[in-house]
């Protein structure tokens, strides 16, 4: 039988490690723009100083292609009604953790352990990578779109999943006149 206090550290736990895994998108677009007129769009290059891995690449590439094309957007090399303009960037930071109440330690019969701390702080130190997708209407030249995604930067197969998660839940929200 799990002790209360044994819930509550597998909860905080499970809370952690589901919150470092995640991505955080924000998406915005010009209420203003005709969607419906939207059909086709092209990958425009980035204005990133840092580019993407390979595989990384391949993620973008494949999740933009499939999640416009459930909007009834598909890519093409000419004349596209859209251009897809990524920019990329990473920086690091730094997480602090404090905190001012503790979990009481109990050692059998023994009660309360004499050192069990009341409060503690966790520095951990990370990289958090950025990505920006712009969709500019191709005759105007007007941004129509905006979507914003952030992460923690690790290796280059767990970046590559990052990516696609992120240019889905972007592509999710775009306005598309056809959802397929």
């Not at 995640?22 to 203003?32: G, K």
């Not at 920086?91 to 050692?107: C, I, L, N």
């Not at 105007?140 to 905006?146: A, C």
Request: glycine share 8%.
């Amino acid at each position: 039988m799990f002790s209360s206090t044994r819930v509550y550290l597998l909860a905080v736990a499970v809370l952690f490690l589901t919150a470092c895994s995640t991505v955080s998108v924000t998406t915005d677009f010009d209420h203003s723009a005709s969607f419906s007129q939207y059909r086709t769009y092209t990958l425009a290059p980035g204005t990133e100083k840092i580019g993407l891995s390979p595989s990384s690449e391949t993620a973008l590439r494949e999740a933009l292609r499939a999640g416009l094309a459930r909007h009834g957007v598909s890519e093409t090399s000419e004349n596209a009604d859209l251009h897809v303009v990524r920019h990329i960037s990473a920086q690091e930071k730094v997480r602090v953790y404090q905190s001012s109440a503790g979990v009481p330690y109990r050692y059998g019969r023994y009660g309360m352990w004499a050192g069990a701390p009341y409060g503690y702080t966790d520095v951990s130190q990370y990289t958090e990578g950025t990505l920006i997708l712009d969709f500019v209407d191709a005759k105007t030249q007007k941004l129509v779109f905006r979507g914003i995604g952030t992460g923690t930067v690790s290796d280059p197969e767990t970046n590559a999943a990052r990516i696609k998660e992120v240019v889905e839940k972007i592509v999710q929200d775009f306005p598309g006149a056809t959802k397929q």
